[in-house]
Every structure is written in structure tokens, then in C-alpha cells.
């Protein structure tokens, strides 16, 4: 069945349990300080904060990571950018933690960027519509992003990227989400329909970096109703197939800067980890160094 999309600035229908039943855009908007949840994504948080105490600091440091990601991309010359799974806007939204658009934005000022936050749930799109979309250069749309062909044929993405020329990619903190099959298939597509010289960014829990606390994870996920496929290294790099890395490869995102001291992280005082993965891949030439 085809993805509904809605070209309109009002939000969806909302389902008949959306306020009863948790959501991963919701828990995440409580957890890095939003007020768009409700007491079942609170409920849920709170039970995810009991097995991993790092999670709130994860989120926030991996928020922080997607800035300087991006603003890497745009010191690289991309002004298309493709938002997967973009989740509901910043509610604390600082320099150092900016939407796609806007981080772009702090690189190429007179750029013409040109930003797609793309959802599948309904809701979620809603917020994003109405809030990302206002943006100059900037739409919304609803749509699986798993069904990559799908969404590259909208006509309200076609119009509004350039997909003769290269893309990046956002897919931070998407495919812990989706089975082992949606993320080949979403790998692949992207790989096969975008241009030579486009780029993939994408954070992703490590479930080699704490196989014991993700697997407890995943089990209160799943007493909620929510699949959560935390994978290991070796596992995402299979994921990425085609996918040519850049430096420093799949790395815990809070080391990723050693490569690019410009955009890396500085840690707060103490332990401090997001036992989550990141990388940077190109499509087949590229100004990236590559390893």
C-alpha cells in the first residue's frame, strides 16, 4: 500500500490511542526536555531510565553530534539534504543543537539549502509540518522511509530536491527501529536512487558497546509495543553494503571528532558515553577522505 502524504499544513487525524500508547519520537521528546508526550511515553522513559541512567545524556550528546555532522556535510559543499525518521522538533533548540536546515544554514548562510523531514507517523509529521516546514527551503512529508523508491518518486520531493545532483542523507537514530530486512532494503535503495557524490549519516545504539543493557532495553521496548534492534559494529557495517566510509569509519559518536577535530565533541566532566555508533558514507567518489 502506497504512503499516505499530505501536502497540507494540519496535522493528521490523531489515532484513537495516540495518548495512551508510547511512542519512540515521544520518548525521545521527553527525554531531551520537550513537552509534546504524554504519560505512557513518561511511563515507558522512566522504565528505560531505570536499565540505562546514560540514556537522557545519550540522546543529548547524539543531538549535539547530528549539528556538527551536518555542519561537516555543509563544510563539504551539500546543500540537499534528506531528514529520515526526523522525529518531533527540538523543544530546546541552542547553537550547538539545530535542525538539519539550520545547522546547514550556519555554513552556507547564502546557500540555498534545501531540507525534506521526512516521518512515517502521522502525528509526529504533523509537528514537523507545521513547525520545520514554516522554514524557508524546507517541506515535510509523510511517508515510510523504508520504502525508499516511494519516496523519492513524490512529486513534492522531486520538486524540491535536485536528484540529479548529490544528496546527504540524515538517518540519525532510525534504524534501531526497523527490521533486519527494512534497513538492507532502505541501505540499498538509497544507495541505487540517489547520485554519485551523495552522502549517508546515520547514528545507530551499539549493541556490542553495552550487550547487556540493550538487550534489557529491548525487552522493556517490547512491553510496550515497540521493536528496538540495537546491533554491533560488524553488523551495521554489513547493513551499509555499497556504502563507502569515510573517516574515521563506524565509530562510538562521541570519538568521531578525533578525525575532524573542527566539529568534535567536547565530553562533559566525568564517565561520560552514548554507547551509540556513527559514520559518515559517500557514494562513489568523493571529496571525503576515505578509509
Known amino acids: 500500500m502506497p504512503p499516505i502524504v499530505s501536502s497540507h499544513a494540519h496535522a493528521p487525524r490523531l489515532p484513537a490511542d495516540w495518548a495512551t500508547r508510547p511512542a519512540v519520537a515521544r520518548i525521545v521528546d521527553y527525554l531531551t526536555g520537550g513537552t509534546d508526550n504524554y504519560a505512557a511515553d513518561r511511563a ?35 546543500d540537499q539534504y534528506l531528514d529520515l525518521g526526523c522525529g518531533m522538533p527540538y523543544a530546546n533548540q541552542h547553537p550547538d543543537a539545530l535542525h538539519t536546515h539550520d545547522a546547514a544554514r550556519a555554513v552556507l548562510p547564502d546557500a540555498k539549502v534545501r531540507t525534506v523531514y521526512v516521518d512515517a507517523d502521522g502525528p509526529v509529521y504533523g509537528h514537523a509540518q507545521m513547525v520545520l516546514a514554516e522554514e524557508k527551503g524546507t517541506i515535510a512529508v509523510l511517508a515510510d522511509a523504508t520504502r525508499i523508491d516511494r519516496l523519492l518518486a513524490m512529486p513534492q520531493v522531486r520538486s524540491h530536491l535536485d536528484l540529479e545532483r548529490p544528496v546527504a542523507v540524515v538517518a540519525n537514530n532510525l534504524l534501531p527501529w526497523v527490521d533486519d530486512d527494512a534497513a538492507h532494503d532502505l541501505m540499498t535503495g538509497l544507495h541505487t536512487h540517489l547520485p554519485d557524490g551523495s552522502a549517508l549519516c546515520l547514528t545507530h545504539a551499539g549493541l556490542d558497546l553495552a550487550r547487556e543493557t540493550m538487550t534489557a532495553l529491548s525487552a522493556v521496548y517490547q512491553r510496550g509495543g515497540i521493536a528496538f534492534h540495537p546491533r554491533t559494529r560488524g553488523h551495521l557495517r554489513s547493513l551499509l553494503g555499497p556504502w563507502r566510509l569515510t573517516l574515521p569509519g563506524i565509530v562510538p559518536t562521541e570519538v568521531w571528532g578525533t578525525a575532524h577535530p573542527r566539529y568534535g565533541q567536547m565530553p562533559p566532566a566525568g564517565d561520560w558515553a552514548t554507547y551509540t555508533y556513527t559514520a559518515i558514507a559517500v557514494k562513489g567518489e568523493s571529496r571525503c577522505p576515505l578509509t
Not at 55 to 76: E, F, I
Open 44 to 78: 515507558l522513559a522512566g522504565q528505560l531510565e531505570e536499565e540505562a541512567p546514560w540514556l537522557r545524556g545519550s540522546l543529548l550528546l547524539n543531538r549535539l553530534h547530528a549539528t556538527r555532522a551536518v555542519k561537516h556535510l555543509a563544510d563539504l559543499g551539500f
